[in-house]
């Protein structure tokens, strides 16, 4: 299934761009209104009450397996779902594709059993206009719901730059609700340092964002950077939406540690962050996330797979 250079249906595009330019001000006004922010005072204590029973899915972020994606998208696709995976999570370059070669995905993924709940992205995603109109296309397409900022733009600095961001991404979780979709940010290790008057990042983001903005939690950046998952997730009721199963330890890559050892290898309390997550967090689906480990790429996701299923049963 080669990527083709098929034009874009521009009279579909237009007609996103139309509805995204009907949601008028005071929607966008009335839609936060009265919006609990996570940071506007005490969080009420939340009972953790008794682990859930229902099975949540599990998939792979596809950075995991990049340089085979890279090669062969449909193979890649097909070795996951072979490897036992519910779900993937595409990262930044599926916005290349064009609306017919993300048909082709789709219907992959369906014959495959594969869903797509979310998809990483960059800040065109969430600037209005044809950026955004063309996520909103591609998203629906696969059938992703939450669109996940991978990064902060270049230049994004300080508590100011920082609350900036933090309107920009507010507005567009406005724009995209009308569409069915979700606006939200992926963590990084740099995210939980704190800034001039010491407040970190993610508190930042936390409080400046409405409580219907996803607060994707890659879990080994929170370890790495030594903030308390536990803590995190119970400040943030409801909006940890996907955890990035991620380990870490200490070391250098060049011993196998540091983000090279596989899941259930690092130092994560796993057990208390599924039972945190669950319970409090409002995780609909987890991803596993591999930056590269002493096992080739699929042999990785394998054996993560192999481990999340052991510790599930457990649940």
């Known amino acids: 299934m080669p ?9 579909s595009r237009r007609r996103f761009l139309a509805l995204s330019s009907m949601v008028p001000a005071f929607f966008l006004a009335q839609s936060f209104a009265g919006r609990t922010f996570a940071a506007a005072g005490p969080v009420a204590p939340v009972s953790p009450g008794p682990r859930a029973t229902r099975k949540y ?18 193979g890649t696709l097909r070795e996951v779902a072979k490897i036992g995976y519910d779900a993937v999570e595409f990262y930044a370059p599926y ?35 044809e950026g955004m109109a063309k996520a909103i296309e591609l998203n629906q397409i696969i059938g992703a719901r939450h669109l996940i900022l991978s990064m902060a733009p270049k230049g994004t600095e300080g508590v100011e ?46 409080a400046n964002t ?24 119970k400040a943030n009721p409801g909006r940890i939406k996907s955890v990035h199963l991620k380990d870490w330890t200490p070391g250098t890559n060049a011993e ?43 042999e990785t996701a394998q054996r993560c797979l192999e481990t999340w299923k052991t510790m599930r049963k457990g649940a």
């Open 210 to 233: 409405p409580k219907e903005f996803v607060l994707q939690f890659d879990v080994g950046t929170c370890m790495e950077a030594g903030a308390d998952p536990i803590a995190w997730i």
């Open 95 to 129: 916005y290349n594709w064009t609306m017919p070669y993300a048909k082709e995905v789709r219907s992959l993924m369906d014959d495959l059993g594969l869903r797509c709940f979310s998809t990483h992205n960059h800040i065109e995603t969430f600037t209005p206009g």
């Open 161 to 206: 730059g920082w609350k900036k961001l933090s309107a920009q991404l507010s507005t567009a979780a406005g724009q995209l609700q009308p569409h069915g979709l979700s606006a939200g940010f992926h963590n990084h290790q740099t995210e939980w340092k704190p800034l001039e008057g010491g407040m970190r990042v993610m508190d930042i983001l936390a």
């Open 57 to 74: 899915p599990i998939g792979l972020e596809l950075y995991s397996v990049r340089e085979n994606l890279a090669r062969d998208l449909p």
């Open 3 to 11: 990527q083709t250079k098929s034009p874009i249906d521009t009279r």
């Open 256 to 298: 196998g540690k540091g983000y090279r050892v596989l899941f259930g290898e690092g130092v994560s309390p796993w057990s208390e962050i599924m039972a945190a997550v669950e319970s409090t967090g409002g995780v609909e689906f987890y991803l596993m996330e591999q930056e590269g480990s002493r096992f080739s790429e699929f």
